[in-house]
Nanobody, 125 residues
């Protein structure tokens, strides 16, 4: 059974930091791209970042320079370090996995095989 379990969300003041974790099981982690998406109330789900099996990474323009993604293949876990958080970063953050990703231009689309249930990040002003 495939599982992706997010943790690390919470309430933080603007300018603060959080580290999200995505613990996975049930698929060949080393061969998969693991991505983070987020969805704010009333908005579409948007791609935030991913780390591929070949070590390449992607960041949405809105988080470049503030967020950093990393993966621990020994633990089948991906982390998203979020710094200098802003109120507009408030959203439910989802972890997702797929062998490939789909992008239109530089926009990562939420088309992935497996999804977690999400963790809420709230940034207060």
């Amino acid at each position: 059974e495939v599982q992706l379990v997010e943790s690390g969300g919470g309430l933080v003041q603007a300018g603060g930091s959080l580290r999200l974790s995505c613990a996975t099981s049930g698929f060949p982690f080393d061969d998969y791209t693991i991505a983070w998406f987020r969805q704010a109330p009333g908005k579409e789900r948007e791609g935030v970042s991913y780390t591929s099996s070949d070590g390449s990474t992607y960041y949405a323009d809105s988080v470049k320079g503030r967020f950093a993604i990393s993966r621990d293949n020994a633990k089948n876990t991906v982390y998203l370090q979020m710094n200098t958080l802003k109120p507009e970063d408030t959203a439910v953050y989802y972890c997702a996995a797929d062998e490939n990703t789909v992008k239109i231009g530089t926009t990562l689309l939420p088309i992935m095989d497996y999804w977690g249930k999400g963790t809420l990040v709230t940034v207060s002003s």
